[in-house]
């Protein structure tokens, strides 16, 4: 903290010139460990020191020591280098669940806010009916359904976490459809598609964005949980959720096995949640100073 | 190109004039309410102002030659066209063909009139993408070319600037733009101004003026500020409660014979009347006026 603040400024200074020193805000914070997770998973072949999948048996669950950082697991696979690449899957399954859920959850929550009547009563109690499924044992029954796999868990995960965007959306949508500049855009003969994408959608954006970081946690320990039962990435592949479950196996003698990849998970959802309120924080004029 | 020499000609051809013929606007239900009553007026190329107290139904009357009244409201007429176009039957599609491209119309208030997402530029082309079949770089011509012709400075820089960058004025001359882009024949303007302070109505009022006569349009000015209809506008309707009262020619209100005419006019604080009492408005009267006149028909 010291080196933030610079050498005492005098009186006159302080008046005259208000030089932004970089404030420690939640929201920096956040974007730091994001970013620092994206690169664990971008550069993990160079990050890591060993490769993640080399069984070395005669090393098995190694404590912490200086040649392995965080020790080895029970196939003697080095554990730091795991972790690194464990941030591969799950932050490609988060992204894909995004990709798959903010345009679902904007469309569904746009349209029904736009056109009202029967179709909104209709596709809210939908979106009702959706929300209020357990999100992982729904997503459990899919991926049964349709097979293990990071699409599919993605697909599974994505099927539960659209609604709190479409309500969101159709909440801002009412909010916005007697304003003015809707009024203004229809008397210049813009309706329908054009004016539910080009004039709705831009204002309903960027609490969206915000809504995606703050569930991002969530999702981080969905998926996680659905590695840990064994339904997410298949094993070899190094992922998070199922590294616990591995580790859970000898967690009396072996702490670190099952601690490492628990307190890569921490980390991750610790750091989108950071970033979801700090970027909420920001967003809303009412938490401004 | 092709669908500017058509609109030309189609200018041309007809003498364009909008009328309404017993314009009623209704909030239906077992017992319908009359917000509008069988209002009859012709607007050619000419200034019409449409004025009256707040509640008298001039923003409805303008709405509904829009086709854009509010939710449980519903229009009828006998007649009600625009040039050869009858608007009774149009459906929202060809509304929709309607709106921006003959007529248009400026709100109240800059400020909430502008989607403050959407850059400025991006807002004023929107109805040239929407009605024409111009080509990029051609809209973007024509947007500075208006953005020019309602008097803003730099329009290059001005079409990356977002509304809350601009001022009141500003934000109505880009309202201006936006309704004008493709030459309607008629603007409605919803009191263009009184969301303004007095030097910027002048130059608005006047800016309006100028675009019409330059355009050959015709303009519906709704407003409450008698002094200001009296210079901008020909003609003069005058409502009061859903009925159009009076109707006579704009330098003729100060010998207005009407009386709820008369006293709106009269009622205006000046010089003048420094220290005395403002006339009211005498409502018995103009109830009794309007049981007597032979406009209100039975209900249908």
Known sequence: MTQLIPDQPTQADA???????????????????????????????LLAPFDPNIQQIQFRLLPPSAEHWLGTDGFGRDLLSRVIYGARPTLLLVSLILILTIPIGLLVGISAGYIGGWYER??????????????????????SILGTGLMNGALAL???????????????????????????????????????????LPLCLPSAVVRAAL????????SA???????GVQPPTAEWGSMVAEGSKVIFDQWWVAAAPGGAILFASLAFNLLGDGLRDKMDPRHGK | MANDFEKNQQKTLHNDVLVAKDL????????????????SFRVGKERVALVGESGSGKSLTARALMGLLPHPCEVRASQLTLGDQDLLTLRERQWNQLRGNRVSMVMQDPKHALNPAQPIGW????PLRLHTRLGRKERQEKVLEMLNAVGLPDPQRLCKQYPHQLSGGMGQRVMLAIALINDPQWLIADEPTSALDFDMREQVLDLIERLVEQRNMGLILISHDLQQVSQFCERVLVMYKGDLLDELPADQLAYATHPYTQTLWSCRPSKLTHGERLPVL????????KHASPQQEPQP
Do not use: N
């Open chain 2, 282 to 289: 005498d409502r018995a009267l103009l109830e009794s006026l």
């Open chain 1, 158 to 200: 994505a099927f539960t976490s659209w609604p709190p965007f479409a309500r969101q959306a159709r909440a801002e949508t009412l909010a916005l459809r007697r304003s003015d500049y809707l009024a203004a855009a229809r008397m210049q003969g813009i309706g329908g598609l054009r004016l539910m994408f080009g004039h709705i």
């Open chain 1, 122 to 143: 209709v596709i809210m109690r939908v979106t009702d009916v959706v929300l209020s499924l357990p999100s992982l044992v729904i997503a459990l029954a899919l991926v």
């Open chain 2, 24 to 39: 009623t606007v209704y909030l239906p239900g077992p017992r319908p309410v009359e917000l509008v009553k069988s209002l």
């Open chain 1, 15 to 45: 008046a005259t010139s208000w030089r932004p020193t970089a404030r420690i805000t939640t929201l920096s914070i956040g974007t730091v460990l994001v970013i620092i997770l994206i690169a664990c998973a971008l550069l993990a072949p």
């Open chain 1, 215 to 222: 569930s991002l946690g969530g999702i981080i320990l969905a």
């Open chain 2, 123 to 126: 807002q004023v082309e929107e």
């Open chain 1, 225 to 231: 949980g659905l590695g840990f039962l064994g339904m």
